[in-house]
């Protein structure tokens, strides 16, 4: 008998030590508790975002045309009309990850009734996406998921899977989903990617149509590009409107074109990383 005994306390400290061990549960998301959302693949749950990093719509200079394509494509989603999965591709820091945030902001103001729902996944976790879809298929909200800076390098075959989720699929992408990526590439494969097939296929063809079709996935286009001085000059111009900095238009200028210089470039990005460090020196808060 105390034998018995001994072996159902050894087992019940062995059961509480793989308790120990044992990961946590993920937690259980209630996507009504936001409007913005990160997928974690390993738990696998969807995180709310209470408060998304984002500028206005109306801060957003010298893209009217993407702007206004991308609000109409997003605005028409909102409605269960069709739409089309986007791809913004071009310049670093022009914008395009900006324009995603900010077009679901307005487009949510404007259609309370979609309860329009921002998800974002991280490259690194697209093959999880077949997951993340079944997930978002039967959580009552229509969903922009959105995949920053997108690309594929090297030995890297997800993009196979990324191809078949977006429109060749079996079950294919639920109505309720529309997925918007941005990437610095348009056709979102390296080069040598592309060089390696052409290398080992039949046909020399094969590769560039595969380096194509995944990007014909999409069927919203959107090309981003470095500013020219004069769009420059007024990305930063409305910065410091919006923030009340102190500085007159002269100074402002040049320290500006100055600050352009220095980076070698001119984009949305280099604009604001002036102003927080005009900011700075000004002792003023950016609120």
């Known amino acids: 008998m105390a034998d018995l005994e001994h072996i159902a306390h050894s087992l019940a400290r062995i059961a509480d030590s793989l308790e120990r061990l044992a990961p946590p549960p993920p937690p259980v998301t209630d996507m009504t508790t936001a409007d913005a959302f990160v997928w974690h693949a390993d738990p696998a749950w969807l995180e709310p975002v209470p408060v998304v990093n984002r500028v206005p719509l109306d801060l957003l200079q010298g893209i009217d045309r993407q702007i206004a394509v991308l609000t109409e494509n997003t605005r028409r989603f909102a409605h269960g009309l069709p739409a089309n999965n986007a791809l913004l591709w071009g310049a670093r820091g022009t914008g395009k990850s900006s324009l995603v945030k900010a077009v679901h902001a307005a487009v949510a103001i404007e259609t309370p009734e979609a309860r329009l729902a921002l998800v974002e996944i991280h490259r690194e976790d697209i093959p999880t996406l077949p997951r993340l879809l079944a997930r978002l298929r039967t959580c009552g909200r229509r969903c922009l998921l959105f995949c920053d800076d997108l ?137």
């Open 151 to 287: 690309s594929f390098d090297g030995d890297d075959t997800s993009y196979k899977s990324l191809k078949a989720l977006l429109e060749g699929g079996i079950e294919g992408r639920p109505d309720t989903v529309l997925f918007y990526a941005t990437s610095n590439r348009r056709h979102l494969l390296a080069r040598e990617m592309v060089e390696n097939e052409q290398s080992t296929a039949l046909h020399a063809g094969e590769a560039v149509e595969e380096k194509v079709s995944l990007s014909d996935r999409f069927g919203l286009w959107l090309g981003f590009h470095n500013v020219d001085q004069a769009t420059f000059l007024e990305i930063v111009r409305a910065y410091a409107r919006r923030h009340g900095l102190t500085i007159d238009d002269d100074t402002l200028r040049t320290e500006a074109l100055q600050w352009a210089t220095t980076r070698g470039s001119r984009s949305g990005r280099v604009a604001w990383q002036f102003i927080q460090d005009l900011a700075g020196r000004l002792g003023q808060r950016l609120t």
